[in-house]
């Protein structure tokens, strides 16, 4: 049975999960986990430790804000990332880059990861506090810290070779899908320093496409066609997709490690079609067509490739109206 380890974030996590939130493990009987190290910077993780072990393990669940935290906070820490990878008998490794894009502290001549800022509320970082700052790879040249990402994948290729690893490509929404079926802006509130940040997307494109030039992984690139749906998630953290991105990414991840296809790069979702319609149709919402239509209208200017998931939702609520046809046929004929 292959086993998988995953690196990264909620959407990889929950691809693996087929979508299910309340799932543990992954979705199907034939392949098996062994980590999920979550909140793991690359680069970070190729550094020194800022503190002792014992220092770390005086941390407790008490002091976290998500109690659940705590084991990859002191992961953050200790910087064991990258050894439980090479000594995992797992053969395949499924990553995403999320946490690239989240701010990190510096402390002397070291840099760690903060777990969604979970070490700010600990005693441990009350200690040190005069000493800690915070910066964010984003925002700094690629010279600084691209030398970083090259030393982890040569590491970490010591064990899994490009055909054993699978990035999922990530794209922070801008928009969300609300309970009425408005197409709305996320709101700025959610853009914490330890949350996705669309700001950020040209910049992480850019690391991603480094690293599939360099090592050559499998690639799923569907992050960039789904936006947040609020009948899926109590937030709008701009990481929390509608439902059928982490069914699409699973399906495509399941063919890879069950050597089901050879396509290298996957970017190819499941719309227009009569299952996808019927399915969608049972939503329990409606679906405000005029402001769809648009924003449709703005993203295909903008060359945002959203464009196509709209125009989707639109075929399905809004088949008979006469713009939605003629941008079904324009579609048509340029496919």
């Not at 899994?160 to 009425?180: A, E, W």
């Not at 239509?293 to 639109?314: A, G, H, P, S, Y």
Request: net charge negative.
């Amino acid at each position: 049975m292959p086993k998988v380890n995953i690196l990264g974030s909620c959407i990889s996590r929950l691809s693996m999960l087929d979508g299910d939130k309340a799932g543990h493990n992954i979705a199907d009987k034939d392949i098996s986990m062994d980590y999920f190290l979550d909140k793991q910077n690359i680069v970070c993780a190729m550094t020194s430790a800022p503190f002792s072990r014992e220092e770390v393990e005086t941390i407790k669940e008490e002091e976290l804000w998500d109690k659940t935290r705590l084991k990859s906070l002191k992961q953050c820490l200790t910087k064991d990332t990258v050894k439980m990878l090479l000594e995992s008998d797992a053969e395949y490794l499924v990553m995403d880059l999320f946490d690239m894009q989240n701010d990190f502290a510096i402390y002397g001549k070291t840099m760690f990861s903060t777990c969604a800022h979970e070490f700010f509320n600990t005693a441990l970082c009350k200690k040190y506090a005069n000493g800690i700052e915070l910066a964010n790879f984003m925002g700094l040249p690629k010279w600084a810290w691209y030398g970083y990402v090259d030393l982890f994948f040569e590491k970490i290729m010591q064990k899994y070779d490009s055909n054993h690893i699978i990035l999922n490509r990530f794209r922070s929404s801008t928009y969300y899908l609300t309970k009425n079926g408005d197409i709305a802006l996320i709101p700025n509130d959610y853009k914490k320093p330890f949350h996705s940040n669309d700001k950020y997307n040209k910049t992480l494109t850019e690391l991603e496409q480094h690293i599939i030039d360099k090592y050559n992984p499998y690639v799923v690139d569907l992050s960039k066609y789904f936006m947040v749906d609020e009948n899926f998630w109590d937030n709008f953290n701009g990481a929390h997709f509608e439902k059928a991105f982490y069914e699409e990414t699973f399906n495509q991840v399941k063919r890879i490690i069950k050597g089901e296809t050879k396509e290298k790069y996957f970017s190819n979702p499941d719309f227009f079609n009569e299952e996808h319609t019927k399915k969608e149709l049972e939503k329990p919402r409606g679906f405000n067509v005029d402001g769809a239509i648009k924003l449709f209208e703005e993203l295909v200017e903008k060359q945002d490739l959203l464009w196509i998931n709209i125009l989707d939702k639109l075929n399905i609520y809004a088949p008979d109206n006469e713009k939605v046809k003629q941008y079904m046929e324009f579609l048509g004929n340029t496919m």
